[in-house]
């Protein structure tokens, strides 16, 4: 299984009245990615972390195999839900992925 966690942080001019409101929908979007993305396992949308976190929300995702990542990240379900719902809000983005043991 492979794991794939992706954290941002909002953009500065979103204000804090509207955050709660962008994670709820980006949960919902990302989270019906699963059976329209080969290989994508399972979602989950961290929308609070504990207080020593650098980032301000969090994608786990879990997928079958490596070759996954690349085939979720160019697929256009994946492309339409991230360019309408994440990417105009976030920035400082951080990724891993790995291989679980």
Known sequence: MVYHIVMWNFKK?????????????ME?????LVGKVPG???????T???????????LVTTMEKAEDVAVYG???AHVAVANTYVRP???DRACLDYVAK
Not at 13 to 20: C, S, V, Y
Not at 28 to 32: A, D, F, I, T, Y
Not at 48 to 58: L, R
């Open 13 to 25: 001019e979103i204000p804090e009245e509207k955050k709660p409101e962008l994670k709820a929908e």
């Open 28 to 32: 919902k979007q990302l989270g019906s």
């Open 40 to 46: 994508l396992l399972t979602v989950d949308f961290v």
């Open 48 to 58: 609070e972390p504990i207080p020593s976190s650098t980032h301000e929300i969090a």
């Open 74 to 76: 160019k697929h256009p």
């Open 89 to 91: 809000y976030v920035c």
